[in-house]
T-cell receptor, first 112, second 114 residues
Framework: DQQVKQNSPSLSVQEGRISILNCDYTNSMFDYFLWYKKYPAEGPTFLIS?????DKNEDGRFTVFLNKSAKHLSLHIVPSQPGDSAVYFCAASGTSYGKLTFGQGTILTVHP | NAGVTQTPKFQVLKTGQSMTLQCAQDMNHEYMSWYRQDPGMGLRLIHYSVGAGITDQGEVPNGYNVSRSTTEDFPLRLLSAAPSQTSVYFC?????????????FGPGTRLTVL
């Protein structure tokens, strides 16, 4: 039972345009959501997060939106750059022990 | 700081063999965990530890064993390797067990079981 789902395996975007990566979750006990970025042959690195008490969090070119009623979050990257090409994982946490539940990942390719 | 280090980077085993994946961190983090990444499955938690001497099971613990004798090290043991354990394994650490704390991942170990 996949509690965190990223239904788009891949996304292709032109440099300078907006990239929108989506994530859905089913467990209403999740109260903290994170996005991780992963390059080939490297471990995931933290990108941005949002608490369930907020609906938006911004960090430079990256913005995460949370819609609790729809159990949906999205990551916006504006403007997209070729160096953003990577696999993006959505993750959720709902316990005090920091156990993350990850989505399947979305491969983002930004073309020059 | 080296952060989170993992050895080896690559390993090929035959079915039934045992081995230990090493993980170490130099950030004095109390909380460490092991994940496996499989195509179309994301990362799944295998085992975790909230401090030296304390470990617990994650989502997919079968076939794996862990121990935590020091704050720095958290090895993952495969008792009798099976082809289903072919995967990329990531170790992670975080300062506190709070879900809001950033987890730092190692570079991964790519394991193939024949």
């Amino acid at each position: 039972d996949q509690q965190v789902k990223q239904n788009s395996p891949s996304l292709s975007v032109q440099e300078g345009r907006i990239s929108i990566l989506n994530c859905d979750y089913t467990n209403s006990m999740f109260d903290y959501f994170l996005w991780y970025k992963k390059y080939p042959a490297e471990g995931p690195t933290f990108l941005i997060s949002i608490s369930s008490i907020k609906d938006k969090n911004e960090d430079g070119r990256f913005t995460v939106f949370l819609n609790k009623s729809a159990k949906h979050l999205s990551l916006h990257i504006v403007p997209s750059q070729p160096g953003d090409s990577a696999v993006y994982f959505c993750a959720a946490s709902g316990t005090s022990y920091g156990k993350l539940t990850f989505g399947q990942g979305t491969i983002l390719t930004v073309h020059p | 700081n080296a952060g989170v280090t993992q050895t080896p980077k690559f390993q090929v085993l035959k079915t039934g063999q045992s081995m230990t994946l090493q993980c170490a961190q130099d950030m004095n983090h109390e909380y460490m965990s092991w994940y496996r990444q499989d195509p179309g499955m994301g990362l799944r938690l295998i085992h975790y530890s909230v401090g030296a001497g304390i470990t617990d099971q994650g989502e997919v613990p079968n076939g794996y064993n862990v121990s935590r004798s020091t704050t720095e090290d958290f090895p993952l043991r495969l008792l009798s390797a099976a082809p289903s354990q072919t995967s990329v394994y990531f170790c992670a650490s975080t300062l506190t067990p709070a879900g809001t704390d950033t987890q730092y991942f190692g570079p991964g170990t790519r394991l193939t079981v024949l």
